[in-house]
């Protein structure tokens, strides 16, 4: 097919799709509706002949031909797009777009960026606090930090270990001498408890103490750790929270550590589509960052 004759704006859509396994997130990432999408995608497919997904009832799947076209698709739309990051950064080459998890950003991260303007006041930093993992598209973040349980790598990406996460109990000073002593685990159900999305940090943490969570000691459940930090200084109950983001709390006296007893909780790392091609302002704060993070180890 000549080039003058390509379908290139049915082959991004169906690029997207194809990545994403998706035809509603397609259209969100292209910002045009899903009839488009699916338009589009059908008229690529009449041209080659041939399906490129097959249809179910409430997801698609890539049919051979369609893994074939999206490997070849994938691999040049990423080519295209690192050849204009680069041109891109020789002209904003101050600018850069960080997408952080939300809790780390808040806890973490905000509370140490003084030093690294410090170190580079001429970076101006863009923090996009979302847990959704980039794409590294032009004029997406050029970096992530994510966290995982499990996962460690990422497709098309590279990523390198921050900080593993370790969760342990704290409660707020002034509301611990308010209220009846903590000597032992089973006193925690007195002051009630706070959750990080779901009940299971709790229940695996009075396991590893050697006793089970009852039903009644349920507790409100908060979105992320930033939010259980602050319902935690404002003494609403006991948190179980990472130990990177409560030490400056306990160091400065306002959340005091129960027991030594901690729970791991997977990992943060740092992702980029590529160390090696990172802009200068990456490359400067994603050394600063990983050598921020072991300091603490």
């Not at 969100?28 to 690529?44: G, W």
């Not at 990172?278 to 050394?287: G, W």
Request: hydrophobic letters at 45%.
């Amino acid at each position: 097919m000549k080039r003058g004759r390509l379908p290139l704006t049915a082959l991004r859509s169906f690029e997207v799709a194809g990545r994403l396994e998706s035809f509603t997130r397609a259209a969100e990432e292209l910002f045009i509706s899903q009839a488009a999408v699916s338009r589009q995608i059908r008229e690529l497919e009449h041209l080659l002949g041939e399906p490129l997904f097959e249809r179910r009832h409430r997801s698609v799947a890539l049919t051979a031909s369609g893994r074939t076209l999206l490997s070849v698709l994938t691999s040049s739309f990423d080519r295209i797009d690192e050849c204009l990051e680069d041109i891109l950064g020789t002209s904003r080459s101050t600018d850069l777009k960080i997408s952080v998890e939300p809790s780390f950003a808040a806890c973490w991260l905000v509370p140490r960026l003084p030093e690294f303007r410090r170190l580079h006041p001429d970076i101006e930093v863009l923090l996009d606090a979302d847990s959704r993992l980039v794409e590294f598209r032009t004029g997406q973040a050029q970096l992530a930090i994510r966290h995982s349980a499990t996962v460690t790598a990422w497709p098309r990406t590279e990523s390198r270990h921050l900080l593993d996460v370790r969760m342990l109990p704290v409660i707020a000073s002034d509301l611990l001498e308010r209220g009846p002593p903590i000597s032992s685990p089973r006193d925690i159900f007195a002051y009630g408890l706070l959750h990080e999305e779901n009940r299971d940090a709790w229940s695996r943490w009075f396991e590893a103490a050697g006793i089970a969570m009852p039903e009644t000691a349920r507790g409100p459940v908060y979105a992320d750790d930033g939010l259980v930090l602050q319902a935690a200084l404002r003494g609403q109950g006991v948190a179980l929270m990472d130990a990177a983001f409560a030490e400056e709390e306990i160091r400065a006296g306002r959340l005091r550590q129960l027991f030594d007893l901690t729970v791991p909780n997977g990992a943060y790392w740092l992702v980029a589509r590529s160390f090696d091609r990172l802009a200068p302002p990456a490359a400067d704060f994603a050394r600063w960052v990983l050598q921020s993070s072991q300091e603490r180890l």
